[in-house]
C-alpha cells in the first residue's frame, strides 16, 4: 500500500526557513513523479513543484520560484521541500502526492483524486 507522510510544518516568523519532509513507503519513488500542493485557508488547492522519475523539476507556482526547492532523496526514499524567506501568503497545509502512473503527477497542475495524497502538514507564517 502506498503511502505518503509529510512533516515538518510548524510556526515561522517572515523571512524564516523550513524543510519540509514526504517519508514514502509502499513503493520506490525513483520510478514516478511526485509533487508539493499546497491550500491556504479558504482557497483551492494549488501545485507548487513537482519532480518527475527523472529528477526534471516542474515549477507551477510563480510565487515560490527562487524561495523554494524540490528535491528527493533516493535512499531514504524521502521528497523535500526546502522554503525560504516565507511569507505570511505561505500560510497553508502543505501536501505531497503521487500517481503510480509514471509522471502523471507532474502532469496535473494542482492534483485530482486520482493522486496518492499525505495527511498534509501545516505551515504558518506569523510574526
Known amino acids: 500500500q502506498v503511502r505518503l507522510m509529510e512533516s515538518g510544518g510548524g510556526l515561522v516568523q517572515p523571512g524564516g526557513s523550513l524543510r519540509l519532509s514526504c517519508k514514502a513507503s509502499?513503493?520506490?519513488?525513483?520510478?514516478?513523479?511526485i509533487g508539493w500542493f499546497r491550500q491556504a485557508p479558504g482557497k483551492e488547492r494549488v501545485g507548487l513543484l513537482c519532480?518527475?522519475?527523472?529528477?526534471?523539476?516542474?515549477e507551477w507556482a510563480d510565487s515560490v520560484k527562487g524561495r523554494f526547492i524540490i528535491s528527493k532523496d533516493r535512499r531514504a526514499n524521502t521528497l523535500y521541500l526546502q522554503m525560504y524567506n516565507l511569507q505570511p501568503e505561505d500560510t497553508a497545509v502543505y501536501y505531497c502526492?503521487?500517481?503510480?502512473?509514471?509522471?502523471?503527477?507532474?502532469?496535473?497542475?494542482?492534483?485530482?483524486?486520482?493522486?496518492?495524497w499525505g495527511q498534509g502538514t501545516q505551515v504558518t507564517v506569523s510574526s
Open positions: 502526492a503521487t500517481d503510480l502512473d509514471y509522471d502523471r503527477a507532474c502532469m496535473v497542475r494542482n492534483g485530482d483524486s486520482r493522486l496518492t
Open positions: 519532480i518527475s522519475s527523472s529528477e526534471e523539476v516542474t
Open positions: 509502499g513503493y520506490t519513488m525513483d520510478y514516478y513523479g
